[in-house]
């Protein structure tokens, strides 16, 4: 039987989920043993395989145009997607951005903060994504599984793939979401 093939992508977040996938330190070589790892955003590949892949897995909350179309890419390619993190499960910190508008968000962050010169403007090209409303993966796509935390803990992001590398949906509680050191 083959591996099952996995792949992962990340949006508008901070790269934490993904440090913290590496945080399960050496039984990652227990997951590359049971899974095909493809397209990640830390490998050359950095789209799931055109035939498709067994799982997806979205770090970050959609915050524009170029993360829609990402997270409806994952969606059609993957049979079961899941939403990693608190940015991708509930929009995160990025979704902070929501109390402002996008011209007020954009115009603090390229006019007037502290380290921009007398000469910042704000980026305006046809080729540039278009900044929208922040929001979780969900809102866009339909998730299977929803794995929280800012990051999720090691172990927890351990126990899902290796449950869906056997096969088996993972019963995410409160004992197998959180470790205390």
Known sequence: ????KVASDWMAGCAGCHMSLLDIDERIIQIAELVDIRA???T???H???S???VGILEGAINNTANEEQARLMRDRCKILVAL???AVFGGVPAMRNFFTIEESLRRAYIETESTDSSGMIPNDPELCVPTRVRAIHEVVPVDIFVPGCPPDADAIFYVL?????GRMPQLKENNLLHWH
């Open 85 to 87: 993190g608190d940015c």
């Open 40 to 42: 990640t955003p830390i």
């Open 52 to 54: 498709g892949v067994d």
């Open 162 to 166: 290796s449950e869906l590398a056997h």
């Open 48 to 50: 799931a395989d055109e």
């Open 1 to 4: 039987m083959p591996k099952p």
């Open 44 to 46: 050359d590949l950095k």
